[in-house]
């Protein structure tokens, strides 16, 4: 009696985060992070313990059956939702037909060749692979796909080795004592449907918390990038120089790159070229720069890059590789704009030591980078006087 009321709280449990997990898809409108999915698969779930309810003492059905095949699909969905929560543009529909068709054609040649024991026997094997299977996938998004979310996938990693011992005891149950072992007055079905609904109670909330989470997080990266280029803008940069700056013994170097003539592009070609241009001068400058440096887009045609960690020849070289790339790079391939390319002038700062000093080694990379702009343009300045790069550089050669 006690079980079967379990099943019935079960029922409601899922049903419940069906339709909450349906709203929030709603809520989410283009990007659903695989809320949608979640619903069906609780709606599944849901639906296979309404069967259950309905069913009676175990043994062959058509509604034990179609019990049977949502338990498996429900699986495939939960799957499927989290490949969609990661990114992952994951089919539903057609699988989802091949396992309800296939796995409903199993069951009937099993109980057929069988027994009905046989057919409950499937179920339990299946399941304890198919958890297996989603446990090492989880332990292996740990170290890949899921490293911000460490902590809650190896709490549902843990949650769903649980129910996976519990469907091989289910299974050692089902060939040793038949049908005994599935008796909703017995001690193993309690613990079973207990289980069940704490992991009913855990997972819904907790996956509603990684949406949030990920909603968060993709919030203050909006708000820490330049929605044009996706580099850091000066609040993001303030953001990620004083996480560098925690360890001790630090220091860094300001290049500040500027557009030349970007006024002549957007006169002659519009604003919609000159965008481009901005586009391209970033992929320049992303791709130039060294793997832990910083790259900013401070506002209009100006740029900052931050060489952590690097001294004065450093620093150059790296500018002169930023000043030669965009300097070689086709910004517009049509030929309305003949090749469209630009020039950048670059000022280098002094090593600075702390975020607060960001402000000092912005007026000294300023400074340079207006003396390189009254010296020619396409050119690197030092803040330290030096008039051309090319005589910095051959220092350090």
């Keep these: 009696m006690i079980a079967t009321l379990l099943v019935g709280m079960l029922c409601v449990y899922l049903l419940s985060f069906s339709l909450m997990f349906q709203l929030i898809s709603r809520r989410l409108q283009d990007?659903?992070?695989?809320?949608?999915?979640?619903?069906?698969?609780?709606?599944?779930?849901?639906?296979?313990?309404?069967?259950?309810?309905?069913?009676?003492?175990?043994?062959?059905?058509?509604?034990?059956?179609?019990?049977?095949?949502?338990?498996?699909?429900?699986?495939?969905?939960?799957?499927?939702g989290g490949a969609r929560f990661f990114g992952l543009a994951t089919p539903l529909a057609r699988p989802l037909l091949y396992l309800a068709v296939g796995y409903s054609l199993l069951q009937i040649l099993v109980n057929w060749a069988v027994g009905p024991v046989a057919r409950y026997a499937l179920l339990a094997g299946t399941c304890a692979v198919w958890f297996v299977s989603m446990v090492a996938v989880l332990l292996y998004g740990v170290r890949s796909f899921a490293k911000d979310?460490?902590?809650?996938?190896?709490l549902?990693?843990?949650?769903?080795?649980g129910i996976c011992v519990l469907n091989v005891i289910k299974l050692s149950k089902l060939l040793s004592g038949g049908f005994e072992a599935l008796s909703m007055d017995g001690q193993f079905s309690m613990i079973f449907y207990v289980y069940m609904c704490s992991l009913a109670t855990i997972l819904p909330p907790s996956i509603v918390w990684l949406v949030l989470r990920r909603l968060t997080d993709r919030l203050r990266g909006m708000a820490a990038r330049d929605p044009l280029t996706q580099l850091l803008n000066r609040r993001g940069l303030s953001t990620a120089l004083d996480v560098y700056f925690r360890h001790p013994g630090t220091s860094a170097r300001l290049l500040l790159v500027d557009v030349d003539h970007f006024k002549n592009i957007n006169d002659t070609y519009g604003h919609q070229v000159g965008d481009a241009v901005l586009c391209g001068v970033a992929d320049a400058l992303r791709a130039s720069v060294r793997k832990d440096d910083l790259v900013c887009r401070l506002g209009g045609e100006e740029f900052a890059a931050i060489c952590v960690g690097a001294d004065d020849a450093s620093a150059l070289r790296v500018a002169e590789r930023v000043r030669s790339s965009i300097e070689q790079k086709v910004m517009l391939h049509d030929a309305r704009y003949e090749g469209l390319r630009c020039t950048v002038t670059i000022g280098v700062s002094d090593g600075f030591a702390s975020a607060a000093c960001l402000g000092q080694a912005m007026q000294q990379a300023d400074a340079a980078l207006y003396r390189g702009k009254h010296t020619g343009r396409n050119r690197v300045e030092q803040n330290r006087g030096q008039s051309r790069v090319n005589a910095a550089l051959d220092t350090v050669h």
């Design 31 to 80: 990007e659903k992070m695989g809320m949608d999915v979640f619903a069906a698969a609780n709606l599944m779930l849901g639906g296979a313990y309404v069967l259950q309810l309905l069913e009676g003492p175990p043994g062959w059905s058509w509604t034990s059956m179609v019990n049977h095949t949502l338990t498996l699909c429900s699986l495939l969905a939960y799957c499927v």
């Design 149 to 154: 979310l460490r902590g809650e996938v190896l």
């Design 156 to 161: 549902f990693a843990g949650l769903i080795s």
